[in-house]
């Protein structure tokens, strides 16, 4: 059995299936469920970070994402999720359109 990726520890049994026919596994110790070999890929803190420092220097979201090799998809996602933790006041304020007067035109 796989040692459990929290814990470290080996007692672990068999735990069912997911959705694509991987092996669920439960750990006896601190009864955390896993999947040995993961496909989806954690975004660390360090890598997040950089995320975060790249997004301040006006870098495409494409540019980062193939730099720090995360998907552009879950890269908008979390754009998406730091803009909607940003207080109000920083969030895009909305321009005031140009209204010409008629008049003015000549």
């Keep these: 059995m796989p040692a459990c990726p929290i814990c470290t520890t080996s007692q672990t049994v068999k735990n069912g299936?997911?959705?694509?026919?991987?092996?669920?596994?439960?750990?006896?110790?601190?009864?955390?469920?896993?999947?040995?070999?993961?496909?989806?890929?954690?975004?660390?803190?360090a890598t997040r970070e950089l995320i975060d420092r790249l997004l301040l220097e006006n870098i495409s979201l494409a540019g980062i994402a193939r730099a720090v090799q995360v998907s552009p998809q879950w890269l908008?996602?979390?754009?998406?999720?730091?803009?909607?933790?940003?207080?109000?006041?920083?969030?895009?304020?909305?321009?005031?359109?140009?209204?010409?007067?008629?008049?003015?035109r000549t």
């Design 17 to 45: 299936r997911i959705h694509n026919g991987k092996q669920r596994f439960k750990c006896q110790d601190c009864g955390r469920q896993f999947v040995e070999r993961p496909t989806k890929k954690v975004i660390d803190l």
């Design 76 to 104: 908008q996602n979390y754009v998406n999720e730091k803009y909607t933790q940003m207080p109000d006041q920083w969030q895009g304020r909305s321009r005031k359109k140009r209204t010409q007067d008629p008049e003015s």
